[in-house]
């Protein structure tokens, strides 16, 4: 299954770079919370839908790019979690930090993800809590978290908050990067960073593929209140947004 997923996210980074690298062919706009979406968003997630209803007929698929007009039931206990474009804001400014996301959820918890980053061609992907990296050359390792006595932070790039900095100040030493979408998860999973605080608005196919990666490379992903797992089972979401998160190594 892991192998087809990662193929079916490769097809959508291509179906993305093909917008990337022609201007003439983006077409912006927005939802109703004012975010960009393109039409590389749509087909992409028309690549992935159409890949996985093929795949696995039998299991129900939420998608970002179906959220103004989403159709769900909280009684979903196995379901697909897809965001196609991770990162649009990042794609339109053409830093290449920008990611497709594909998890499955099993009873509010994710057990397999694939996170793809085609401008850097780095797909990260984890299943039966074994994370690997597979660079640009094709080579294929596992990774996992590691610890530093002076930690780096990613944040976000696009997003920034008050409440990070008030968590910095905290701390005496330590290092920062900016960076877009979904790589963040991914530098705490392969070890390049620690720490990965995120306050505001995020959605739980924000989140769901990185989730997995980070937490089979054995790291964390917590609420920040709580200090509990953060959960996607439909039946306990209130809404379909996180609370404040800290990802951890």
């Given at each position: 299954m892991l192998t087809e997923i990662c193929e079916l996210a490769r097809n959508a980074g291509s179906a993305l770079m093909e917008v990337y690298y022609s201007d003439k062919l983006i077409n912006i706009s927005y939802k109703s919370d004012q975010s960009p979406v393109t039409n590389a968003d749509k087909i992409a997630n028309t690549i992935i839908k159409n890949g996985l209803v093929h795949l696995f007929p039998n299991i129900p698929i939420l998608s970002e790019e179906d959220s103004n007009n989403i159709k769900y039931?909280?009684?979903?206990?196995?379901?697909?979690?897809?965001?196609?474009?991770?990162?649009?804001?990042?794609?339109?400014?053409?830093?290449?930090?920008?990611?497709?996301?594909?998890?499955?959820?099993?009873?509010?918890?994710?057990?397999?993800?694939?996170?793809?980053a085609p401008y850097f061609n780095l797909l990260y992907c984890a299943d039966k809590q074994q994370a690997w990296k597979i660079n640009e050359k094709g080579y294929k390792n596992k990774i996992s978290i590691a610890y530093s006595s002076i930690p780096k932070f990613v944040i976000s790039r696009s997003h920034s908050n008050k409440k990070v900095y008030n968590l910095l100040n905290t701390i005496k030493k330590y290092t920062i990067e900016k960076l877009g979408s979904s790589l963040k998860f991914c530098y705490v999973a392969e070890g390049k960073a620690q720490f990965y605080p995120r306050f505001g608005k995020t959605y739980i196919w924000d989140t769901a593929a990185g989730h997995a990666i980070v937490t089979a490379a054995g790291g964390k992903v917590?609420?920040?209140?709580?200090?509990?797992?953060?959960?996607?089972?439909?039946?306990?979401?209130?809404s379909l947004i996180n609370p404040d998160f800290l990802v951890l190594s």
């Amino acid at each position: 299954m892991l192998t087809e997923i990662c193929e079916l996210a490769r097809n959508a980074g291509s179906a993305l770079m093909e917008v990337y690298y022609s201007d003439k062919l983006i077409n912006i706009s927005y939802k109703s919370d004012q975010s960009p979406v393109t039409n590389a968003d749509k087909i992409a997630n028309t690549i992935i839908k159409n890949g996985l209803v093929h795949l696995f007929p039998n299991i129900p698929i939420l998608s970002e790019e179906d959220s103004n007009n989403i159709k769900y039931d909280k009684n979903w206990n196995i379901y697909w979690l897809v965001d196609p474009l991770d990162g649009t804001k990042e794609f339109l400014k053409k830093n290449g930090e920008f990611t497709v996301n594909i998890s499955l959820i099993k009873y509010g918890i994710p057990i397999l993800g694939v996170i793809y980053a085609p401008y850097f061609n780095l797909l990260y992907c984890a299943d039966k809590q074994q994370a690997w990296k597979i660079n640009e050359k094709g080579y294929k390792n596992k990774i996992s978290i590691a610890y530093s006595s002076i930690p780096k932070f990613v944040i976000s790039r696009s997003h920034s908050n008050k409440k990070v900095y008030n968590l910095l100040n905290t701390i005496k030493k330590y290092t920062i990067e900016k960076l877009g979408s979904s790589l963040k998860f991914c530098y705490v999973a392969e070890g390049k960073a620690q720490f990965y605080p995120r306050f505001g608005k995020t959605y739980i196919w924000d989140t769901a593929a990185g989730h997995a990666i980070v937490t089979a490379a054995g790291g964390k992903v917590i609420t920040y209140n709580e200090r509990k797992n953060l959960n996607y089972s439909l039946f306990s979401q209130l809404s379909l947004i996180n609370p404040d998160f800290l990802v951890l190594s």
